[in-house]
């Protein structure tokens, strides 16, 4: 999963490179901006993937196929409402975030330009997450490789041809999204129906069981929450930084596609811990969790300094690849070390977010990020003034750390609660 979930960030840097080549800071900032309000109108649907992939985990967990059935048509439903919603809305959405991030004008030209072609990919990016969440959950994670692999490489492919090639500019490299989108709906539905039992299908009346529905849509909830907090630290962090300049934005946009690399590269073994933890939920069996929970964070932490290693080595390399502007290579040098060290202070965060998913701890998760939240924003506001971009940064640093060691504080009240009668759990917790 780990390989699945790094084709993402290749498909920003490669969006970015394209945009990059046209030697444009304007443009750069510009796909800075509109990703960033893509994601405000996408990623908050992540709880989609994350919500199915526990809820389906903890169906397998007690051997339940037919409520693993149920819980993907009813992310599928509630992923084609949403979907549309967006496309309808996608005027007021690129509006208010104009409003939000506030750049220039030549820059937000370029966001519209952006955010409305690729919006059109919201109903297939959405069911997308549906899929890729009941593959996580059954544990068949090289099929979720193979699927994003479809998804982000045909993406890749079409934003080089649409973008550089046929030399669309910025409407190309969001046309080859909606098209990548698509392409990777109609595989992943194929997959997923062939590997259905077939006498094992729900009924209707199991699909759309309101207890189940209250289930998914208050663990969605929660998620979404979580999401939205997350994706509102990104923004304030985006304007503050505009506020410097587009040359300053350009460089933290360049900036923030290490972070995403890092976080994707992380995302593999939180993946990982969402399996292990939702299975080891659902079948009350805490030596498991014990388990999955230690060597998850192990593994996560170990990566994190790997990852920031290689970014403070190679980061100006990945710079100088990204663009062709002498301005902006030598401003994202100055900011490097920050952009390096997001990966270890974000590591523990990103394995516990694939505990409490696991576990469908989402309330929990979500009082978390808020508090988070409010403490980044009185750093960003306290830091800034005095150290300039290099406070917004360490901001930034410090707001994912707090996020997970506020959830691995959280950790032994919810497991005790889980896990009322620890009789059977002494023996996992040596192996």
Do not use: K
């Not at 199915?52 to 007690?62: D, E, I, P, S």
């Not at 975030?97 to 990016?125: C, H, K, Q, W």
């Not at 973008?163 to 490299?173: E, F, N, Q, S």
């Not at 469908?360 to 009082?367: A, I, V």
Request: proline content about 3%; some cysteine; overall charge neutral.
């Amino acid at each position: 999963m780990t390989l699945a979930f790094l084709t993402t960030p290749l498909l920003g840097l490669t969006d970015t490179a394209v945009v990059g080549r046209i030697g444009d800071a304007a443009a750069l900032g510009g796909l800075a901006v509109g990703s960033l309000i893509f994601d405000f109108a996408f990623a908050t649907c992540n709880f989609l993937r994350s919500g199915t992939t526990g809820l389906t985990a903890q169906a397998v967990g007690v051997e339940d196929d037919r409520e693993v059935q149920a819980v993907f048509w009813r992310a599928a439903i509630l992923a084609a409402a949403i979907g549309l919603a967006l496309v309808v809305t996608e005027p007021a959405l690129t509006a208010l975030g104009l409003l939000a991030i506030a750049p220039g004008p030549e820059v937000a030209e370029t966001v519209r330009t952006y955010v409305f072609v690729r919006m059109f990919s919201a109903p297939f990016a959405l069911f997308n997450y549906a899929v890729l969440g009941h593959v996580l959950g059954r544990g068949h994670s090289t099929l979720g490789l193979a699927l994003q692999l479809v998804v982000n490489g045909t993406n890749i492919a079409l934003s080089i041809l649409f973008g550089l090639v046929l030399d669309w500019g910025v409407g190309g490299v969001a046309l080859g999204t909606v098209c990548g989108e698509a392409v990777g709906a109609l595989v992943g539905l194929l997959a997923v129906l062939g590997g259905f039992a077939q006498g094992e299908r729900p009924s209707w009346q199991q699909i759309v069981d309101r207890t189940g529905f209250v289930r998914m849509v208050a663990v969605n909830r929660d998620i979404m929450i979580r999401s939205l907090c997350l994706l509102s630290a990104f923004a304030l962090f985006t304007r503050i930084g505009a506020s410097f300049g587009a040359g300053v934005l350009a460089a933290n946009g360049l900036l923030m596609n290490l972070f995403m690399i890092g976080s994707f590269f992380l995302d593999g073994m939180a993946t990982a811990a969402e399996q292990l933890i939702g299975r080891a939920v659902g079948a009350r069996w805490r030596p498991a969790f014990d388990r999955a929970t230690r060597l998850t964070i192990a593994w996560g932490l170990g990566l994190g300094v790997l990852m920031a290693v290689v970014f403070a080595a190679g980061g100006r390399a990945v710079i100088a690849f990204l663009t062709t502007d002498q301005g902006v290579r030598g401003t994202a040098g100055d900011y490097l070390f920050w952009a390096a060290a997001t990966p270890l202070s974000g590591a523990l965060a990103f394995i516990m977010d694939g505990v409490f998913i696991g576990a469908t701890w989402s309330g929990t998760m979500r009082d978390m990020m808020i508090i988070s939240l409010a403490l980044f924003v009185a750093a960003a506001y306290a830091l800034t003034p005095l150290l300039g971009n290099h406070g917004l940064w360490l901001a930034m640093v410090l707001f994912l750390g707090v996020r997970g060691l506020s959830l691995l504080a959280a950790l032994p009240a919810r497991r005790r609660r889980s896990f009322p009668d620890p009789a059977d759990a002494g023996a996992g917790l040596h192996q």
